[in-house]
């Protein structure tokens, strides 16, 4: 697939100098700077930070308050374009050690999409590593940036020994879609230590660790169906490797880093061109006559995006991401950021206006869910506030996919219940557990 | 320019409270249309008195507790509809108006309305009607499957739902297209298939037995029988077990909401109604049977909570238990999991 850039660049670009979980970055640069594409313009400043740089070059206009994806506003860096392409100079590092490479990781802001710093997902502070997977089962992550599909397979599975290498750990997988057959058709051809690559399907009871032995490799090509949602990955990661992640950790705690194939390929380009993370991919999606996919400029506002493609009809609704977990935007100013995979508009007609009917217990939720949950009951257990019951039925298993709300014909917000009693919990659970000033010795090392 | 903001997700499924209770209608009208060529003008009248009672009382009802009025979604209308089909054409017309009335009055909105009751609003009306007017409710004859045709035009037909047993399978392509689940009705329906069946075969057995037969073959031979069609199925292959099978038992707010659930209960029904039937008969034996299932509906969902998601279940750890005690060399050659 091949895809488009921008034809012209952006007016201004809206760079939030917070793109990840954790501490945001201190600005680098002031009001009236004139930067280079590339140049570093937020500096982390603790381990949990990932660098920011600019995508143009042009001049700061301002550093202040902007609208951000996620709903809030973000201390962001505003750069005035101009028509140029001039960056910095790109190193490209000569056989970095593990030690480089998380320098380089951090120092390039690559940036997992769903959040977290790739750094602190190969490198957890108090943990340790022993398995990165590369997750290549949402295809629309993949394209755009290789010629060909053999050139992405070769380049992925160099991203997959740098990533190995810089947490090290010696084994190492990619996910790939059952279904997707240019991916896997690609993988296939891909020697690893002179040994030909075989895409393995997780069936059943085997998983990875089955085919590490199997195959006598360290690095194998596996393939699932695809996962959808927003917390995904303890799902994904008992699914791959039969590894249970407890409630409230990550994958990170079973020694399993979980990395996407946009940072796996901004760490591929930060090593061999020395490129920051300033550019990513997107898709459009809806009614729009646009490039399925388009290689944005990290900050470029959304409106400067749907400019580009015809819309067919009055736009009603924005939505960052996907239409089942994405965020519903109130402006067209918000920037592309490094968790954005994708734009989706919706017509003034196929924005939704239903009324919540009551349950009528048709049970397609509970039959759509997976992780076993009961979403009938649990939506009403949150709408009445009994948070300790709905924990008894394992609210925090939900990984917030919404297929029940999707599914539900009486149009209840069961995931927007749910998630409003996930966080009750949580609060209410953070408020048990001692302040670091207390001197109250806990018996295990905090948790439950 | 404004932008409409809201939680995700941003889509939804097409099917919808109203559109599902619409389709059952729609699946309904062959049947109902059937019964008023066979019986005439009765059943039409029949047929509109109770769908318009039903509607007018849950109009009146939300109207006069002030609540929001409903009637458009479709379910009074549809469960006026369920209750006609099961009352005798020679019925006085005041059964049916009576009958959707105690339906939507007392099963429906006494138990809370929508979603909240617990048994089949049609079957509490019926279940009444039946107890207080019997003579009127009896049907003349209780159909059976003589030839084939009968499948397509019952002869025998006593209420207005037997009619045509053929007709009501549009039921099957709302499974098909998913305005019914399936797991009830295809369980329901096994049961009530194997439990005569079984009956047979097991008679057959012991009147072997009886017969001191010693022959193994002879028993063994007993087996075609579940291959044959018993006499006893032929009282089962008619219209009301299809009506029970494909509307009745999988009226949702009366069914578990579990998977296991689901599958126990439309055992349940099935087990209920074949005991019933093969000492009563299957007109009553089809209604009674589903509303005992509908009482303990509840008690089997709280028994079949799923466990913790990854939990292994009991026939998991029951089947690595014995994996672990056989020797590795019988084993197949299966390289273990970290």
Redesign the interface.
């Known amino acids: 697939m091949e895809s488009k850039r921008l034809k012209t660049i952006p007016e201004k670009v809206i760079i939030p100098l917070k793109q990840h979980n954790g501490v945001a970055c201190k600005p680098l640069v002031n009001k009236g700077d004139q930067v280079l594409i590339g140049q570093k313009i937020g500096e982390s400043v603790s381990y949990y930070s990932s660098d920011v740089h600019s995508s143009v070059c042009g001049e700061v206009l301002a550093i202040e308050n902007a609208p951000n994806p996620d709903g809030n506003k973000v201390l962001s860096v505003i750069i005035k374009a101009v028509d140029s392409e001039e960056t910095v100079a790109f190193v490209p590092a000569n056989n970095p050690s593990q030690k480089d490479l998380i320098a380089i990781i951090q120092g390039a802001g690559i940036v997992e999409h769903y959040g977290a710093p790739t750094h602190t997902v190969l490198k957890p502070e108090g943990k340790k590593i022993d398995l990165v997977l590369i997750n290549a089962t949402a295809s629309e992550w993949i394209g755009g940036k290789y010629a060909t599909p053999t050139e992405y397979a070769s380049q992925m599975m160099d991203a997959l020994k740098l990533l190995m290498k810089a947490s090290g750990a010696l084994k190492g997988a990619i996910i790939v879609r059952k279904d997707d057959n240019d991916s896997i058709e690609a993988f296939e051809g891909v020697k690893v230590d002179g040994k030909a690559l075989r895409v393995a399907p997780l069936l059943g ?6 085919y590490f ?2 195959q006598g490799s360290n690095i194998v090509v596996a393939s699932q169906e695809r996962i959808l949602g927003r917390n995904i990955l303890n799902f994904f990661t ?1 699914n791959v ?4 992640v407890a409630l409230g950790c990550n994958p990170t705690d079973v020694g399993v880093a979980v990395c996407g194939v946009k940072s796996a390929k901004a760490l591929y380009d930060a090593v061999h061109e020395g490129k920051p993370y300033y550019e990513t991919v997107i898709s459009m999606e809806g009614a729009v006559n646009c490039p399925e996919l388009i290689f944005v400029r990290i900050g470029t506002p959304f409106k400067d995006i749907i400019s580009e493609c015809t819309f067919n009809g009055e ?5 960052a991401n996907g ?10 100013e918000v920037p592309v950021t490094k968790g954005t995979t994708r734009i ?1 508009l ?1 017509t003034k007609e ?3 206006r ?1 009324e919540s ?8 939720c ?2 759509a869910c997976p ?4 979403p ?2 649990l939506h009403v257990l949150a709408e009445q506030g009994r948070f300790d019951e709905c924990r008894q ?2 609210i925090q ?1 939900c990984i917030e996919c ?1 297929r029940c ?7 209840i ?1 069961i ?2 219940l749910i ?1 409003y009693a996930k966080n009750a919990i949580e609060q209410a659970y953070e408020d048990a557990t001692p302040k670091e000033s207390s001197n109250l010795k806990l018996g295990c090392c905090g948790g439950e | 320019m404004d932008y409409t903001i809201s939680a995700p997700p941003h889509i939804k499924s097409k099917f919808s409270f109203s559109s599902i209770n619409r389709a059952k209608i729609l699946a309904l009208i062959p049947v109902s249309l059937a019964s008023v060529y066979f019986f005439g003008m009765p059943a039409l009248g029949i047929i509109l008195a109770a769908s318009l009672a039903a509607v007018a009382t849950e109009y009146s009802i939300q109207r006069i507790f002030k609540k929001k009025v409903t009637i458009m979604d479709g379910h009074a209308a549809l469960i006026g509809l369920m209750f006609a089909l099961l009352t005798p054409p020679e019925a006085p017309i005041w059964i049916p108006i009576f009958g959707a009335f105690f339906a939507i009055a007392i099963g429906k909105h006494a138990f809370g309305g929508i979603g909240s009751y617990i048994f089949n609003p049609v079957l509490v009306a019926w279940v009444f009607v039946r107890s207080a007017w019997g003579d009127f409710m009896t049907p003349a004859s209780i159909p059976s499957l003589g030839q084939l045709s009968d499948l397509v035009l019952e002869n025998g037909a006593g209420l207005l739902v037997d009619v045509s047993p053929i007709l009501l399978l549009s039921g099957v392509y709302l499974v098909y297209k998913k305005y019914i689940e399936w797991r009830v009705p295809l369980v329901f329906a096994l049961t009530v298939f194997f439990f005569n069946q079984t009956v047979a075969f097991l008679s057959a057995v012991i009147g072997l037995i009886q017969e001191g037969v010693l022959n193994p073959l002879m028993y063994l031979s007993t087996m075609f029988i579940f291959l044959e069609v018993t006499d006893e199925l032929s009282y089962v292959m008619v219209g009301i077990v299809f009506f029970g099978i494909l509307f009745l038992a999988t009226d949702t707010p009366t069914t578990p909401v579990t998977k296991n659930g689901r599958l126990i209960y439309g055992f349940a029904c099935g087990l209920l109604v074949s005991i019933y039937g093969y000492f009563g008969n299957y007109v009553d034996g089809t209604i009674y049977g589903i509303f005992l299932a509908n009482a303990i509906a509840a008690y089997i969902e709280t028994k079949t909570l799923p466990a913790m998601f990854g939990h292994e279940s009991l026939l998991e750890r029951s089947y690595k238990r014995i994996m672990k005690r056989i020797p590795p060399s019988l084993k197949y050659e299966v390289i273990s999991d970290e």
């Open positions: 009871t085997r998983r990875l660790g089955h032995k199997d008992y490797t039969g590894r249970k736009i009603g609704k924005i939505i239409v089942i977990t994405g965020i519903a935007q109130y402006t067209d989706t919706l196929q924005v939704l239903d009917l009551d349950c009528i217990h048709c049970a397609r509970v039959d992780v076993s949950l009961l009938t009951r039925m394992h298993f919404g709300s999707f599914a539900c014909p009486s149009k917000h995931l927007q998630r």
